[in-house]
């Protein structure tokens, strides 16, 4: 573990300001970042998505709440996963949902973000669902837009990615309900995890009683203990004892850019193996954002074993997309 | 015409001097002090009883965009509110577009700035041709266009042989190689001091080894050539410490800072704050302290604008995707009075380091109110209050986290070769 000590004098960095997000009355108007949300606000999200979560055994998986809203997914970074669980869950609201694609590059040449949004709320849209490679994108979006359109981040840069982190505190919070007694590690890849800041900051505001994160030097960002955690170099420390794993997917990129030497030692050191796992406690369960590299950070026999609830993470994934879309365009409907 | 400027406060720390006083004006220079000289008709008389007089300042660091990017702001807009910041001489950087690396270029910005009129503009050349960093400037030649320095601004030198070659070559043609300490691989494209604040926002980050250990390298090389070498821009404490220890060790170097970095941290960038996106970024509380250590012990001999003007587009985008740079010259002086109030300089130190001090380091005949010198003047009501707003804004980068700060001290007047290129209105 390491902890900078001179850094404990300071003052932690100042959240961000929660009134971008709000509603003047506390409702969710935007939702752009776990940080600087109060927790009754994560627990309604948590129970709304509850209500959510039968809606896909019925007959007939829609409820008309958002009926003649239109919902645009404004995607300027591949995306088929979360693309996809954000355009079902509009449409379980009974909303329009418009699919945009946008090449960034050609973004970069021509029209500039402002122009396209310009467009699009003049097209009456009532929210966008924004992932876009820049940290600071869905802020600089929702400072931006018509008081009249929501916008809710699927993702910016390394900085965010908010509904993943609640559908992954939802999942645990199927499986283990008291958070205030919970160790969970975060492994792998920190430095460039949109998932593992919000993770992070989602956890901490529930009142979990530790959160570690592990990874080698190289992929853990710098003075990341002021955002609330342990950090762990070596796996088998950071998994003693431990409740949950939640592991990070390791982008092929990272070997260019010197932080790893190898994905076979990458697998050495820090993929999750049955083994590794046995430190951890008995009833532990183990989580991943998807889409899994099989053999890099995780191995088969525990992405697909007894302990893994990968698959209800995809599953809750739309509850709470529901919850968020329709408590942000509820909120301004009603006032 | 000849002036009188009578009963104000006169501070001139090249000379020591700071008494209540007359300057005497006559044929652009400054002719004498406390007494009119013999023979001397007075044309006109300015009273400026309760204000300062002060040598006009002296700015290190300036883009004025042109030639190449007169959407963001031109020679005129730029020069015009250097004037009403009380900025008598300004040093703009060779990374325009094309790059000011030969005659042309120098003859270009030279003609469009007198003509301007109300300021004088003095250049620093490219130290390699382009400033693409592979072969050397025609350095010769821009010394005798009148360059007082020679720098890669921002734009990197990969091979230090290169480097090698560029400082000796300068130093064989007696030019100062103005250097940023920045290494572009360890800066790895980040936009952000990294830190907590870079980490809490996912913002790639700039360590502070980024220019720590370029200023090592930059040091073994300055020793080696005999270079005589100014650091631009220090961000960091350490890098400051640096300094005063090759100061010690009798190497001719010397360094400055911008203003704005004695008074922002990272914590500044807050919300996503792109006024607040730097180059060199905004470090910590820490080495804003050390910067500030390193002002008053003087191992930081100026302090400049590092004006930056944008168009309003450059800043409209997510942070990482914006420009760096901010709109400073009309911040200046009030930082500096600022540093005084906050007890970080006393006040004639702190004029010292924005006249004499950049004006040593670039060799000119400016920054101080000697006898003979030219009758370059800022005048200044130390007791106003103000506050910073865009609409005041003369410069046509209107990019300064700086906005609805209140200052106190006001210029009312700015005298270039005798002439008031300024007054208040």
Same mark, same amino acid.
């Given at each position: 573990?390491?902890?900078?000590?001179?850094?404990?004098?300071?003052?932690?960095?100042?959240?961000?300001?929660?009134?971008?997000?709000?509603?003047?009355?506390?409702?969710?108007?935007?939702?752009?970042?776990?940080?600087?949300?109060?927790?009754?606000?994560?627990?309604?999200?948590?129970?709304?998505?509850?209500?959510?979560?039968?809606?896909?055994?019925?007959?007939?998986?829609?409820?008309?709440?958002?009926?003649?809203?239109?919902?645009?997914?404004?995607?300027?970074?591949?995306?088929?996963?979360?693309?996809?669980?954000?355009?079902?869950?509009?449409? *379980?609201?009974?909303?329009?949902? &418009? %699919?945009?694609?946008?090449?960034?590059?050609?973004? $970069?040449? #021509?029209?500039?973000? +402002?122009?396209?949004?310009?467009?699009?709320?003049?097209?009456?849209?009532?929210?966008?669902?924004?992932?876009?490679?820049?940290?600071?994108?869905?802020?600089?979006?929702?400072?931006?837009?018509?008081?009249?359109?929501?916008?809710?981040?699927?993702?910016?840069?390394?900085?965010?990615?908010?509904?993943?982190?609640?559908?992954?505190?939802?999942?645990?919070?199927?499986?283990?309900?008291?958070?205030?007694?919970?160790?969970?590690?975060?492994?792998?890849?920190?430095?460039?995890?949109?998932?593992? *800041?919000?993770?992070?900051?989602? &956890? %901490?505001?529930?009142?979990?009683?530790?959160?570690? $994160?592990? #990874?080698?030097?190289? +992929?853990?960002?710098?003075?990341?203990?002021?955002?609330?955690?342990?950090?762990?170099?070596?796996?088998?420390?950071?998994?003693?004892?431990?409740?949950?794993?939640?592991?990070?997917?390791?982008?092929?990129?990272?070997?260019?850019?010197?932080?790893?030497?190898?994905?076979?030692?990458?697998?050495?050191?820090?993929?999750?193996?049955?083994?590794?796992?046995?430190?951890?406690?008995?009833?532990?369960?183990?989580?991943?954002?998807?889409?899994?590299?099989?053999?890099?950070?995780?191995?088969?026999?525990?992405?697909?074993?007894?302990?893994?609830?990968?698959?209800?993470?995809?599953?809750?994934?739309?509850?709470?997309?529901?919850?968020?879309?329709?408590?942000?365009i509820g909120a301004r409907a009603e006032r | 015409m000849n002036l009188a400027i009578r009963r104000g406060r006169v501070i001139d720390p090249a000379n020591g001097v700071d008494r209540i006083t007359s300057l005497f004006v006559g044929g652009g220079q400054i002719l004498s002090i406390d007494d009119p000289p013999a023979d001397f008709g007075i044309d006109r008389t300015l009273d400026v009883e309760g204000q300062i007089v002060i040598p006009g300042l002296v700015d290190m660091a300036v883009r004025l965009r042109e030639p190449g990017q007169e959407y963001k702001a031109t020679i005129a807009s730029e020069t015009r509110a250097a004037a009403a910041a009380g900025i008598t001489s300004l040093c703009c950087l060779?990374?325009?577009?094309?790059?000011?690396?030969?005659?042309?270029?120098?003859?270009?910005?030279?003609?469009?700035?007198?003509?301007?009129?109300?300021?004088?503009?003095?250049?620093?050349?490219?130290?390699?041709?382009?400033?693409?960093?592979?072969?050397?400037?025609?350095?010769?030649?821009?010394?005798?266009?009148?360059?007082?320095?020679?720098?890669?601004?921002?734009?990197?030198?990969?091979?230090?042989?290169?480097?090698?070659?560029?400082?000796?070559?300068?130093?064989?043609?007696?030019?100062?190689?103005?250097?940023?300490?920045?290494?572009?691989?360890?800066?790895?494209?980040?936009?952000?001091?990294?830190?907590?604040?870079?980490?809490?926002?996912?913002?790639?980050?700039?360590?502070?080894?980024?220019?720590?250990?370029?200023?090592?390298?930059?040091?073994?090389?300055?020793?080696?050539?005999?270079?005589?070498?100014?650091?631009?821009?220090?961000?960091?404490?350490?890098?400051?410490?640096?300094?005063?220890?090759?100061?010690?060790?009798?190497?001719?170097?010397?360094?400055?800072?911008?203003?704005?970095?004695?008074?922002l941290t990272e914590e500044d960038i807050g919300d996503f704050n792109s006024l607040c996106h730097t180059l060199p970024p905004l470090r910590t509380k820490q080495d804003l302290e050390g910067l500030r250590q390193g002002v008053a012990r003087g191992s930081i001999i100026a302090i400049c604008s590092d004006h930056q003007p944008h168009d309003i587009d450059a800043k409209q985008a997510p942070f990482p995707a914006t420009e760096p740079g901010i709109s400073a010259l009309e911040s200046l002086l009030s930082l500096m009075l600022r540093l005084v109030e906050e007890g970080v300089l006393n006040l004639p130190d702190a004029i010292e380091r924005v006249t004499a001090g950049p004006a040593g380091v670039l060799g000119?005949?400016?920054?101080?109110?000697?006898?003979?010198?030219?009758?370059?003047?800022?005048?200044?009501?130390?007791?106003?209050?103000?506050?910073?707003?865009?609409?005041?804004?003369?410069?046509?980068?209107?990019?300064?986290?700086?906005?609805?700060?209140?200052?106190?001290?006001?210029?009312?007047?700015?005298?270039?070769?005798?002439?008031?290129?300024?007054?208040?209105?």
């Amino acid at each position: 573990m390491s902890v900078n000590k001179s850094l404990t004098a300071l003052s932690p960095p100042g959240p961000l300001s929660a009134d971008i997000q709000l509603t003047a009355d506390g409702r969710l108007h935007h939702f752009l970042t776990i940080e600087g949300l109060p927790r009754t606000l994560l627990l309604e999200i948590l129970d709304t998505a509850k209500s959510f979560a039968g809606v896909k055994n019925q007959a007939v998986k829609k409820v008309p709440l958002l009926r003649g809203k239109t919902i645009v997914n404004l995607f300027f970074e591949a995306s088929t996963r979360t693309r996809t669980t954000f355009e079902l869950a509009a449409k *379980r609201l009974s909303a329009d949902v &418009l %699919n945009l694609n946008i090449n960034y590059t050609a973004t $970069v040449k #021509g029209e500039s973000l +402002l122009d396209t949004l310009r467009n699009l709320e003049a097209m009456y849209t009532d929210m966008f669902v924004v992932r876009h490679a820049d940290s600071g994108a869905a802020q600089f979006i929702a400072k931006h837009v018509a008081p009249h359109v929501s916008v809710i981040n699927a993702g910016d840069g390394r900085h965010a990615h908010p509904t993943q982190a609640m559908l992954d505190v939802f999942t645990i919070r199927r499986h283990k309900p008291d958070f205030s007694k919970l160790c969970i590690a975060i492994v792998g890849d920190i430095m460039h995890s949109r998932v593992a *800041r919000s993770q992070i900051l989602a &956890l %901490n505001t529930l009142g979990a009683g530790e959160v570690r $994160v592990v #990874g080698p030097k190289t +992929l853990i960002p710098v003075e990341v203990e002021r955002l609330g955690v342990r950090v762990f170099h070596d796996i088998a420390q950071g998994l003693k004892d431990v409740d949950v794993v939640m592991m990070l997917r390791l982008q092929k990129e990272r070997m260019q850019g010197a932080l790893l030497p190898s994905e076979h030692e990458y697998f050495q050191l820090y993929g999750l193996t049955e083994k590794r796992l046995s430190v951890a406690k008995p009833d532990v369960i183990v989580m991943h954002p998807g889409p899994i590299n099989r053999g890099v950070e995780i191995a088969s026999e525990v992405a697909d074993g007894a302990r893994s609830v990968i698959l209800e993470q995809v599953t809750y994934g739309i509850a709470i997309r529901m919850a968020v879309m329709s408590m942000a365009i509820g909120a301004r409907a009603e006032r | 015409m000849n002036l009188a400027i009578r009963r104000g406060r006169v501070i001139d720390p090249a000379n020591g001097v700071d008494r209540i006083t007359s300057l005497f004006v006559g044929g652009g220079q400054i002719l004498s002090i406390d007494d009119p000289p013999a023979d001397f008709g007075i044309d006109r008389t300015l009273d400026v009883e309760g204000q300062i007089v002060i040598p006009g300042l002296v700015d290190m660091a300036v883009r004025l965009r042109e030639p190449g990017q007169e959407y963001k702001a031109t020679i005129a807009s730029e020069t015009r509110a250097a004037a009403a910041a009380g900025i008598t001489s300004l040093c703009c950087l060779p990374d325009t577009s094309p790059a000011i690396d030969s005659p042309a270029e120098v003859e270009l910005v030279q003609q469009r700035a007198l003509a301007a009129g109300f300021c004088r503009v003095y250049i620093i050349g490219a130290l390699t041709a382009g400033l693409k960093g592979q072969t050397l400037s025609e350095m010769a030649a821009l010394k005798a266009a009148g360059c007082v320095g020679v720098s890669n601004a921002l734009q990197p030198i990969d091979n230090l042989l290169v480097l090698r070659r560029a400082m000796e070559y300068a130093a064989s043609q007696r030019l100062t190689v103005h250097l940023y300490p920045f290494d572009h691989a360890l800066a790895n494209q980040g936009c952000a001091h990294e830190g907590a604040v870079a980490t809490r926002l996912g913002l790639p980050g700039i360590p502070a080894a980024a220019e720590t250990a370029a200023m090592g390298q930059l040091l073994a090389l300055i020793e080696q050539t005999g270079v005589r070498a100014h650091f631009c821009r220090l961000s960091t404490a350490r890098a400051a410490n640096m300094v005063t220890r090759a100061t010690h060790d009798g190497l001719a170097v010397s360094a400055d800072v911008c203003a704005h970095q004695l008074f922002l941290t990272e914590e500044d960038i807050g919300d996503f704050n792109s006024l607040c996106h730097t180059l060199p970024p905004l470090r910590t509380k820490q080495d804003l302290e050390g910067l500030r250590q390193g002002v008053a012990r003087g191992s930081i001999i100026a302090i400049c604008s590092d004006h930056q003007p944008h168009d309003i587009d450059a800043k409209q985008a997510p942070f990482p995707a914006t420009e760096p740079g901010i709109s400073a010259l009309e911040s200046l002086l009030s930082l500096m009075l600022r540093l005084v109030e906050e007890g970080v300089l006393n006040l004639p130190d702190a004029i010292e380091r924005v006249t004499a001090g950049p004006a040593g380091v670039l060799g000119i005949a400016a920054g101080t109110l000697s006898i003979g010198s030219p009758a370059d003047i800022c005048i200044y009501r130390p007791d106003e209050h103000w506050s910073l707003t865009a609409d005041k804004l003369l410069s046509h980068g209107r990019n300064t986290p700086f906005l609805g700060w209140t200052f106190t001290g006001r210029i009312t007047h700015t005298l270039l070769g005798g002439q008031i290129v300024y007054q208040a209105p």
